[in-house]
């Protein structure tokens, strides 16, 4: 063989290692152990399946799944209505899970929205009757309730476990769309809820200098200060000013997470209560979350606009934006336009 073939031939065996290793990772299921629901409607056609799979973080790619599927002839198999999926499965599991519908229960729609607390997400669930409140709060109460690889990937440390948090999984529960059964235990809830935002916060690239536990904690304060996407990172830039100066945040929304019932407007005796939360009398962020936040907010909380403001008030004009200032002098003139402290 001279050397002309021989090169021919290396080049030959290194694309195929190179298409080989391509359909090894495509085929290889994406990261992920939560659990969904996976509707396939009538007359579906098994390529907006594949589409819809692969968008649920099912599979890598929709041609290799439709290829194999058609192959082992599995595609025929696949029958409507709606299943329960684990990711991490491979294409044998899920076309097995996609052609029956013996092993589904029936699953009950719950919505999550951003913003809520441990305590209201306890009192959604139990109205659906998918869990006793009071076992859900006392629940999440403990750092136990989560594994030991979610702890790890949330950077749950000795330092984390030993401040004084109100709720261990508070802001760790993802708001989302949820299929859940009825009667369930609150540990596997709180599982499958604090696995989907390991999985948003995976995506994310903190560009501040905070751990991920920070990241969320700052984020879940910005959930409640802002009305408008478009604001986040500059209320985030507010409070990581606040932070690198250490002026206290004085946020009003840590006041609030103290209160039985929030107010339209905070008082001054309301500002003095005496807890690790109060961010008008402690420097620093809270020991920990006070809302569960969306990805537009665990987004501007890991990359907050860069400028020098230091503070902020709502307009009360009803747009739901801010007043920003650099200033106290100037910040206490838009305060006394909008009755705040």
Known sequence: MNSYSKRVLILFVVLIALCVGWVVYEVSPPEGTAEKAFVIKENSDFETISDHLRENEFIKSPFLFTVYATVTGKKSEVIAGEHTIKQGKGYKEILRDLST????????????????????IADRLSKAEIVDRNQFLEVAKSWDTLTDNQQEQLGINKKVK?????????????????????????????????????????????????????????????????LLNEEKRRIAGVFVNRLEEEKKLQSCSTVQYLLEKPKATLRRKDIKIN???????????????????????????????????????????????????????????????????
């Open 101 to 120: 519908l013996e092993n589904e229960t029936e699953a009950i729609e719950v919505i999550i929205p951003e913003g809520l607390t441990v305590t209201e």
């Open 162 to 226: 030993e401040s004084d948090t109100k709720f261990a999984v508070e802001g760790l529960l993802f708001p989302d769309t949820y299929y859940l059964e009825k009667k369930m235990k609150a540990d596997k809830i709180i599982h499958q809820m604090t696995e989907r935002l390991i999985e948003e916060t995976t995506k994310i690239t903190i560009k501040s200098d905070q751990t991920i536990y920070e990241m969320i904690t700052l984020a879940s304060i910005i959930e409640q200060e802002a």
């Open 275 to 341: 807890s690790p939360y109060n961010t008008y009398i402690n420097k620093g962020l809270p020991p920990g979350p006070i809302s569960s936040p969306d990805l537009s907010s665990l987004k501007a909380a890991a990359d907050p606009e860069k400028h020098n403001y230091f503070y902020f008030v709502a307009k009360q004009d009803g747009t739901w934006s801010h007043y920003f200032s650099k200033t106290y002098k100037e910040h206490r003139k838009y305060t006394q336009l909008s009755g705040n402290y």
